[in-house]
């Protein structure tokens, strides 16, 4: 999942395209970003690793002169500043959004057809596009990106600058957001309609899956080049879309309104898991809306005071590329409250769990600033398959839910809870196909309170293992009909694939940890019938 933008027919365009990645965009995408842009005679570009602002300041990108530009912020699913965008071969710069599927069929084509080699040296699918672009013998622009795309496949949300000309494009899947609008005199295009809205554009719209918009400074074409047949990625609407700031109007994605969705998921969560709990605790800032809809469905009053966000601290965990970091930002992300949580239960509210890591983190940090017992609500189903369609999380062994049942899950951060430390490995093998008792419990906590392994009491915290409550922890996922109906999802019309909804169960063992890539596409063109 990344960000795109395009701006053309506007003076200092590399300017609003730094503008849109840095204040809207930024929450796609933060291990590289890039611009570049073109003035009627030549290129200027900047790309690199990092935040946006850390790659550039404005007034640099201010001093890429010229009136088309195309950017890109980037979460990295492999590689480094070789992979970051937009990728650039001549005249072409191509802005990604998504993840071809045919990756292997495209780069046979290049050595087989054009003499194109490779070995040994490992290509994005971006940079095999942008390569299958530049090698075509079609006679147009035009004609070798949709043959390209044709090849590629799904999915793309792209933004292709061309000398002086936008090449908007989106796979026929939907998969991925892509947005268009009048923007002062000439055109932008991003990833999100806040992006396009929050800029000053006007006239809005998403593009049509199956459409290729060619953009002018004073000129727009569109050609049709596949029947648009949506798989909208249901992982958008949960989680990665910006809900937009307090104040602003509620953005919409995919023809719905992203606030009232997650309001109305945390609505028909709280009355499949209903909660105890003295407040109600939004996980700041993808689960505020669930949030709130669950405090509004459970009559539990909100506070958003008991788990703040420390200041500064902009990076999403889930999108950080290794384990380490993404346990590291949890802590430096959070803080709980101790004034508004002691001595409380608490009901926390996440909009997913993925890898658990956020979550365990979250446990902690509130038993630490005493909380007596929590409540874990999660705003969407288990997460149980994989997406090679570009979101974060490619091997089932990454998933939670793809190595341990929901009781499972429940049993690994009720001993969190009990004040164990966040060892994945050993909570795993601790929990793994067992139905723990409370003396089963005990023991567990009596051994790390022995070995000098609690963080409870390391924190000055009595744990009396005699006195442990099992009702003081529990953990309640949205089921996949209440995600369908709470967000107005249409099955027919939304991948959902990574939920593993009845169709793909017993397509590939549960066990299997690495796929082979024929296996992986073969599965993957059957669950989104591509």
């Known amino acids: 999942m990344c960000g795109v933008i395009g701006v053309v027919g506007v003076e200092n365009a590399a300017r609003y395209a730094y503008i849109g990645l840095k204040n809207y965009l930024q ?9 570049r842009v073109y003035d009627g005679r030549g290129y200027g570009s900047k790309i690199g690793l990092g935040l946006v602002h ?10 890429l002169r010229g009136n088309c530009s195309v950017g890109h912020v980037r979460y990295s699913t492999s590689g480094g500043l070789e992979n970051a965008q937009p990728v650039i071969n001549g005249h072409l710069a191509v802005a990604h959004n998504g993840n071809h599927v045919n990756y292997h069929k495209a780069l046979r084509v290049l050595r087989k057809d054009r003499g194109i080699n490779w070995i040994g040296k490992e290509k994005s699918d971006t940079q095999v596009l942008t390569e299958l672009i530049a090698t075509s013998s079609k006679d147009s622009i035009e004609d070798a990106i949709i043959e390209s795309l044709s090849i590629a496949g799904p999915t793309y949300s792209l933004v292709i600058q061309y000398k002086d000309n936008l090449y908007v494009a989106r796979d026929p899947r939907e998969n991925r957001p892509l947005y268009i609008g009048n923007f002062k005199e000439g055109y932008a295009v991003a990833s999100e309609e806040r992006c396009l809205r929050m800029m000053g554009a006007s006239e809005i719209e998403g593009v ?14 569109e050609i049709d080049f596949a029947q648009a047949s949506p798989k909208r990625c249901a992982f958008e609407e949960l989680y990665f879309a910006h809900p937009g700031e307090r104040g602003e109007p509620d953005p919409q994605l995919f023809g719905k309104y992203i606030r009232e969705m997650r309001v109305n998921a945390g609505m028909r969560l709280a009355r499949e898991h209903p909660s105890k709990a003295d407040l109600i605790i939004p996980i700041l800032n993808s689960g505020y809306y669930a949030g709130i809809g669950y405090s509004i469905g459970s009559g539990v009053p909100l506070s958003v005071a008991a788990l703040e966000r420390v200041p500064g601290y902009i990076k999403r965990t889930f999108i950080e590329p290794t384990t380490t970091q993404r346990i590291i930002g949890v802590y430096m992300k959070f803080k709980g409250n101790k004034e508004a949580v002691v001595g409380q239960r608490v009901g926390l509210v996440e909009d997913t769990i993925v890898r658990l890591t956020t979550s365990s983190g979250l446990v902690q940090i509130l038993r630490r600033a005493g909380a007596q017992a929590i409540d874990f609500r999660v705003a969407a189903p288990p997460i149980r398959w994989p997406c090679f369609y570009g979101v974060d999380f490619p091997e089932r062994k990454e998933l939670m839910a793809a190595r341990l049942t929901v009781k499972e899950i429940e049993q690994y951060l009720r001993l969190r809870h009990f004040g164990l430390f966040d060892d994945r490995s050993h909570l795993i093998q601790l929990v793994r196909g067992k139905v723990l008792t409370l003396e089963d419990y005990q023991k567990i906590v009596h051994k790390s309170i022995k070995k000098n392994m609690n963080y409870l009491v390391q924190a000055g915290y009595e744990v009396n293992v005699d006195n442990l409550d099992l009702d003081s922890f529990t953990l309640g996922y949205l089921s996949f009909e209440g995600m369908l109906e709470s967000m107005g999802m249409d099955p027919s019309e939304y991948c959902l694939a990574c939920f593993s909804h009845g169709e793909n169960d017993n397509k590939i063992p549960l066990q299997d940890r690495y796929w082979d890539i024929d296996i992986k596409q073969k599965w993957f063109r059957q669950a989104l019938k591509v």
């Open 27 to 35: 929450h796609r995408g933060q291990e590289s970003a890039g611009i």
């Open 54 to 63: 850390a790659v550039m300041r404005e007034d640099e990108a201010q001093h």
């Open 208 to 221: 049509a899956g199956g459409k290729l918009i060619v953009l002018g400074s004073d000129s727009r074409k």
